[in-house]
């Protein structure tokens, strides 16, 4: 089955830098990668999600990327700011397929002033 | 438009009892998901049910099972409850399945077992 594997499990950069969340998959038939973050003591909530028929996505200061050939995806945020602090999952479907959706273990980030 | 309601917030059950956990999604949405969170396991699949109907299983033991009702509202129960499943608990909601879209998560059940 899928396995999503998420690095690094913390990660701590200078408010004003960027900030790199990576994952790789195992199913290469995976093909709707979201990311949803979580800030402390609420609930996840979607920031954006790729499918696989594009290689990147923005938003704003939020882009993902996604190499198919090497089964990874990776989260880039740009000009962090303190809301920014939060737990990030990344996860893989297979849309249309009758087949769970598989999450990574999360990215504790942590914006220094 | 609300929001996917979890109810409780908060349980504190002993070893061996059972416990069950309620769901209810955003209006119209077809798909609940049940999701258990721990730190440092992340969010592990429990189950999908759609249409009332179980659609997927995560990689659980059979004293969790869930079911639907004919209103989407889902329920999770765990029985002979051991030390190991003190969690959040989050059940989610979407239209469609839940590998195909955005899902929208609840606040969550905490379960501590004693």
């Known amino acids: 089955g899928e396995n999503v594997e998420q690095h690094p499990s913390t990660l701590s950069v200078q408010e004003g830098d960027s900030a790199v969340i990576k994952c790789t998959y195992s199913?290469?038939?995976?093909?709707?990668f979201p990311w949803y973050k979580q800030e402390l003591g609420k609930r996840p909530q979607l920031i954006i999600d790729i499918r696989s028929n594009v290689g990147e996505k923005k938003d704003q200061r939020i882009a993902v990327t996604l190499n198919k050939t090497a089964k990874h995806f990776s989260l880039h945020i740009t000009e962090t700011q303190p809301e920014d602090s939060a737990v990030y999952f990344c996860?893989?479907?297979?849309?249309?397929?009758?087949?769970?959706?598989?999450f990574g273990k999360g990215t504790r980030l942590h914006i220094l002033p | 438009k609300a929001g996917v309601t979890q109810t409780p917030r908060y349980l504190i059950k002993t070893r061996g009892q059972q416990v069950t956990l309620s769901c209810s999604p955003i209006?119209?949405?077809?798909?609940v998901s049940w999701y258990q969170q721990t730190p440092g396991q992340g969010l592990q699949f429990l189950f999908e049910y759609f249409s009332e109907t179980q659609r997927n299983k995560g990689n659980f033991p059979g004293r969790f099972s869930g079911r639907q009702f004919s209103n989407s509202r889902s329920e999770m129960n765990v029985s002979t409850l051991e030390l190991g499943d003190s969690a959040l608990y989050l059940c989610?909601?979407?239209?469609?399945?839940?590998?195909?879209?955005?899902?929208?998560f609840g606040s969550g059940t905490q379960l501590s077992v004693l």
């Open positions: 209006s119209g949405h077809r798909s």
């Open positions: 199913d290469s038939a995976s093909n709707y």
């Open positions: 989610a909601s979407s239209l469609g399945g839940a590998q195909d879209e955005k899902l929208f």
């Open positions: 996860a893989a479907s297979i849309m249309g397929r009758d087949d769970k959706i598989i």
